[in-house]
């Protein structure tokens, strides 16, 4: 319940029956003699109560307090409501957006879609002011029912296709800046998180170099093309069954062909992935360059320094064919 203009001050309400006296302490001097009709707001919120054709201007006490007594339609509540002061609407026209205000009625002439809102023209929920600040238009005109890309163009680089409004090519939806951006790649210039989505959704627009990057804890893969966890990983593991107890462990990542040691480490980077012991020990005939890979798949093998393969030490270990296996062993001979 208030009036739309800048400067408010409070008012006390006072009830007898069908009348209510306000008596209203000024913020400071009231710069004309306003009528009740200029004083109080033509907002629903505030008008509906009373009845618009006897509202009376009773007096004006001195330049601090004003008393207004009212006929209202309907019962109100006592208590403590603002009202404003300022210049009547006809001394300083029809309000723009951000204008000092009345009425949403007044907003309304000169910009489509806009109201009074706390005593200032804005725009309606779900509505935007455009570049000149001139006009609200749709927040997210993206998948709105068109005929032509003129329906679309409330909405930066939006296009109509299938007579539905969609961002154009190399464009993506950007709900938070209200416009079709152009996507971009790690590394690339942006504005808002979502040119950064089309390489990888986890993927942020960094503040304040403005350009996509992996957000914390994530780095980017070789091409620059997707983000995977950094150097280190951590996980939460139960130190007991039902026990209130936990152990938090932090592990190095290691991507697919790495050295690990369990395969949480692999999990990070391949969710299908684990960590084979020994994966890539060599067994006997096979290609090596030393003998720790050779000594690592089969006991007493070594790398012979001439053919470069593996093979069981010689004066120490024969080869021997294990039976239903493919693979041979060295037993000490």
């Given at each position: 319940?208030?009036?739309?203009?800048?400067?408010?001050?409070?008012?006390?309400?006072?009830?007898?029956?069908?009348?209510?006296?306000?008596?209203?302490?000024?913020?400071?001097?009231?710069?004309?003699?306003?009528?009740?009709?200029?004083?109080?707001?033509?907002?629903?919120?505030?008008?509906?109560?009373?009845?618009?054709?006897?509202?009376?201007?009773?007096?004006?006490?001195?330049?601090?307090?004003l008393l207004f007594l009212i006929e209202i339609s309907r019962p109100i509540d006592s208590g403590t409501v603002k009202i404003f002061q300022g210049k009547p609407a006809q001394e300083t026209g029809d309000p723009a957006l951000g204008d000092d205000c009345w009425s949403s009625e007044r907003c309304q002439v000169r910009t489509r879609n806009s109201e009074c809102t706390e005593g200032r023209c804005t725009c309606k929920l779900d509505y935007i002011p455009d570049a000149t600040l001139r006009n609200c238009i749709y927040k997210n005109v993206i998948g709105r029912i068109c005929g032509s890309d003129a329906d679309?163009?409330?909405?930066?680089?939006?296009?109509?296709?299938?007579?539905?409004?969609?961002?154009?090519?190399?464009?993506?939806?950007?709900?938070?800046?209200?416009?079709?951006?152009?996507?971009?790649?790690?590394?690339?210039?942006?504005?808002?998180?979502?040119?950064?989505?089309?390489?990888?959704?986890?993927?942020?627009?960094?503040?304040?170099?403005?350009?996509?990057?992996?957000?914390?804890?994530?780095?980017?893969?070789?091409?620059?093309?997707?983000?995977?966890?950094?150097?280190?990983?951590?996980?939460?593991?139960?130190?007991?069954?039902?026990s209130p107890n936990e152990l938090v462990a932090t592990f190095e990542v290691k991507?697919?062909?790495?050295?690990?040691?369990?395969?949480?480490?692999?999990?990070?980077?391949?969710?299908?992935?684990?960590?084979?012991?020994?994966?890539?020990?060599?067994?006997l005939g096979e290609d090596c360059v030393t003998g720790d890979l050779c000594q690592a798949r089969v006991t007493g093998s070594t790398c012979d320094a001439g053919s470069k393969k593996c093979v069981c030490e010689a004066n120490n270990y024969v080869q021997f064919r294990i039976p239903n296996q493919t693979l041979d062993t060295c037993i000490p001979g």
């Open positions: 319940m208030s009036l739309r203009f800048a400067v408010f001050c409070e008012c006390g309400i006072s009830i007898w029956g069908s009348f209510v006296l306000l008596v209203c302490a000024l913020s400071q001097t009231q710069a004309q003699a306003n009528t009740v009709g200029q004083v109080l707001s033509q907002d629903s919120s505030w008008y509906s109560p009373w009845s618009t054709n006897i509202l009376q201007w009773i007096t004006r006490v001195d330049a601090a307090v679309c163009s409330q909405y930066n680089s939006a296009i109509c296709s299938g007579e539905t409004c969609i961002c154009g090519l190399n464009f993506i939806n950007a709900p938070s800046a209200s416009a079709c951006l152009p996507v971009s790649s790690i590394g690339g210039k942006c504005a808002v998180d979502e040119q950064c989505w089309r390489v990888t959704n986890l993927s942020i627009c960094d503040n304040p170099t403005m350009l996509c990057s992996c957000p914390v804890r994530y780095v980017n893969d070789a091409n620059g093309k997707t983000c995977l966890p950094g150097d280190t990983y951590q996980d939460t593991y139960s130190a007991k069954e039902r991507r697919l062909d790495e050295p690990c040691v369990i395969s949480d480490q692999c999990l990070a980077t391949s969710p299908d992935s684990t960590c084979l012991k020994n994966a890539d020990a060599l067994g």
